[in-house]
Structures are given as structure tokens and as C-alpha cells.
């Protein structure tokens, strides 16, 4: 079975720095794009970051300049190192991929349960 599990979420005082982990495990043939979305309470989930096989990264204006999106390719990981933290990025953070399975025939988008992170002195 494939699936991704999250790590790393918790509480956090402003301006402090929380590092995300998401893994994936399984028979995997291969990991296209991998992004970060978050949902604040009372809001709709919001793209945060995405970073394609090659690297390329792309952020929302709100965390531009203070998140930091990176892979591992051949540990099927990716990470989201936050910085200069904000009560405004308090949210349940989710990660997914677009993976091809051994057994799939076509790239399929996989999301993880998501980690809690909590800004707030």
C-alpha cells in the first residue's frame, strides 16, 4: 500500500522555525510533483509550495521569503523548513504527491492525514 505520512508539525512561538517532513512508502515507480497546502480553521485549503522532480519550486506570496520547499528523491521525501513564523500560519499542513505505483498504470495524487502547526506565544 502506498501512502504518505507527515512529521514534524507542533507548537511554535512567533518568529520561531518548525522544519515539515512527508515520506512516502510503498512500491513506487516514480514521484512527479510534490507540494505543501495548508487549511487554517475556519478557511479553505490553500496551496503553500510546490517543487517538481527537477527542483523547481514554486510559493504563495503569503510565505514567499520565509518557507522553504526541498526533496529527497531516493528517500521519496519532502520537506518544508519554516521560518519567521506568524499566528496567521497556524493550519492542519497536508502534503501530496503525484505518484506512479509499481502496479498503477497512470500517476495518481496522494495526500497525507496532515500535521498540526500552532504559532501563538
Known amino acids: 500500500q502506498v501512502q504518505l505520512v507527515e512529521s514534524g508539525g507542533g507548537l511554535v512561538q512567533p518568529g520561531g522555525s518548525l522544519r515539515l517532513s512527508c515520506a512516502a512508502s510503498?512500491?513506487?515507480?516514480?514521484?512527479?510533483?510534490m507540494q505543501w497546502d495548508r487549511q487554517a480553521p475556519g478557511k479553505e485549503r490553500e496551496l503553500v509550495a510546490t517543487v517538481t522532480r527537477r527542483g523547481v519550486t514554486n510559493y504563495s506570496d503569503s510565505v514567499k521569503g520565509r518557507f522553504t520547499i526541498g526533496r529527497d528523491n531516493a528517500r521519496k521525501t519532502m520537506y518544508l523548513q519554516m521560518n519567521s513564523l506568524k499566528p496567521e500560519d497556524t493550519a492542519i499542513y497536508y502534503c501530496?504527491?503525484?505518484?506512479?505505483?509499481?502496479?498503477?498504470?497512470?500517476?495518481?495524487?496522494?495526500w497525507g492525514r496532515g500535521t498540526l502547526v500552532t504559532v501563538s506565544s
Open positions: 501530496n504527491f503525484r505518484v506512479l505505483a509499481t502496479t498503477w498504470r497512470a500517476y495518481q495524487e496522494l
Open positions: 510503498g512500491s513506487i515507480t516514480d514521484i512527479n510533483t
